[in-house]
């Protein structure tokens, strides 16, 4: 079995030889000079026409390049936007339950684990009662979107935004639109909330 591969691997120079020699040997082709030019011509035209066909295609591709740039940049901002509600949401729960002396034990010891999320926070906050139905349902709604944009494998897309039933999003475009709306005034009324404190 041993030799059997070494066989296999083994280069015959005489095989090599006689392949080039074919090779060698395939018949030439003796255009004259003004055949040559005709052939180009010909497929420069061919070009021409092929790339006429594909210009709708190729425009597609160039939009669906720049979605995927605009689709990343949205997802960081919106995820970034997330992190400061989060931060907001914190410091509400630590300044309505948590003495002032133990904020720092208790940002590392309880906000610092993973099951201590935005959500999560959210939920401390809503039975407080410190929000009313629409601040309520705005939370809501930007925790929905970043959980879309952040859990997603790809980049969003708009069968992803229609999954959660937002309606009038057309594209990550609009769905950042949407998002923005909610978050500058969630956070204003947040911070009218912690100030109230």
Known sequence: ?????????????????????????LPKFNLPLESMKQLADNLEQWNKNISEKLKPTIEIIKKI???????????????????????LLENIILKKYVKSEL????????????????????????????????????????????????????????ETVQILHKTGVKDIQSLKREFDLIFYDTMDKLEEVLNKI
Do not use: C, W
Request: glycine share 4%; net charge negative.
């Open 1 to 25: 079995m041993v030799e059997e591969d070494k066989k296999t691997k083994e280069i015959d120079p005489i095989k090599i030889a006689e392949l080039m020699d074919k090779i060698n040997n």
């Open 65 to 87: 390049q720049q979605n995927n740039k605009d689709g990343k940049e949205i997802r960081g901002a919106i995820i970034t936007s997330v992190i400061d509600l989060d931060e």
């Open 103 to 158: 904020h720092t034990e208790f940002t590392i010891n309880v906000f610092g684990k993973e099951l201590f999320s935005t959500y999560f926070k959210y939920k401390v906050i809503t039975h407080s009662g410190l929000l009313d139905k629409e601040l309520n349902k705005n939370i809501q709604n930007l925790i929905e979107i970043r959980n879309i944009i952040a859990h997603s494998k790809y980049i969003p897309t708009v």
